[in-house]
């Protein structure tokens, strides 16, 4: 018994092939077009939900990411920095350092490009399938104080705890109080050996203490981020104003 391709689209439909099976006619169309064999038609359908799902995936991590821009690591001009050299910027992109659990600093004055090439990581991670969480430092604080009360918060902390990759940018902006620091404390312990982590900061770790407030939970937090680390210090001249634009002509 044969079923129309109405029927074979129903069929389809009820197997979850939804992307297969919406665009059938085109594909039977090329198939015939073609002359694919049998082993060639399979390929191509299986193959094209496959993709359609990697790409609908790939949207819905890039969402999530919360990227305040789009800016990636090919727009990251090399010869307008000195902090990295080409090969190290090549490691970065291969994301070793993710697979292994290593943290990165970004450490430099403002307009110098770190959350720039934060972003253009994160980025390079989602294409690379992985899931990932950008968060300003004031926001991430924000969503510690309110997680034990408002749903939202608690959503968005446990997509951040299952993120491979968290980036939070401009570390300790904010000065923290002690249950603040606390909650900090325990959000990097969870995320310790799990995941990776990206830092923003324009204070280098030494001064991190200070604002942390309490030394020994300072200090536990120091240990946790900094164990598996590189850091990057970008201390050329702000890009911003290298290449601000003038009103003079
Ligand atoms: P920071 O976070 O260090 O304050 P940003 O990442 O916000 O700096 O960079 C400031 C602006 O300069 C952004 O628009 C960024 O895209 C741009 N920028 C900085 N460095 C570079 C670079 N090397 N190549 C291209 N654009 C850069
Ligand atoms: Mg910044």
Redesign the pocket.
């Known amino acids: 018994m044969s079923s129309g391709l109405e029927g074979l689209q129903q069929a389809l439909k009820q197997l979850r092939l939804s992307e297969v099976s919406a665009e059938l006619p085109l594909l039977m169309r090329e198939a015939e077009q073609h002359s694919w064999t049998y082993h060639e038609l399979l390929d191509h359908l299986l193959n094209f939900e496959l993709n359609k799902r990697d790409d609908k995936n790939k949207e819905k991590r890039l969402k999530w990411a919360k990227f305040p821009y789009h800016?990636s690591l090919e727009?990251?001009?090399?010869t307008?920095?000195k902090s990295m050299t080409e090969r190290q910027m090549k490691q970065l992109k291969d994301m070793h350092w993710l697979e292994q659990q290593y943290n990165l600093v970004?450490l430099?004055?403002?307009?110098?490009?770190?959350?720039?090439?934060?972003?253009g990581m994160g980025l390079e991670a989602i294409e690379q399938g992985y899931q990932v969480m950008f968060l300003p430092m004031g926001e991430l604080m924000s969503i510690l104080k309110t997680s034990d009360y408002t749903r939202k918060s608690q959503i968005t902390l446990n997509r951040i705890k299952q993120s491979d990759l968290v980036i939070i940018?401009?570390l300790m902006y904010i000065a923290m109080d002690q249950r603040e620091a606390n909650q900090f404390f325990h959000l990097i312990n969870h995320l310790y050996e799990r995941s990776s982590i990206i830092l923003?900061s324009?204070k280098s770790p030494e001064h991190w203490g200070e604002l942390l407030g309490d030394e020994g939970i300072a200090t536990a937090i120091l240990d946790r981020l900094l164990h598996r680390v590189e850091v990057i210090q970008?201390n050329?001249e702000?890009?911003?104003m290298k290449?601000r634009e003038s009103v003079f002509q």
């Open positions: 800016k727009d990251y001009d090399m307008e920095q970004l430099g004055p403002p307009g110098v490009g770190k959350t720039h090439l934060a972003i940018d401009d923003t324009n970008m050329d702000s890009y911003r290449n």
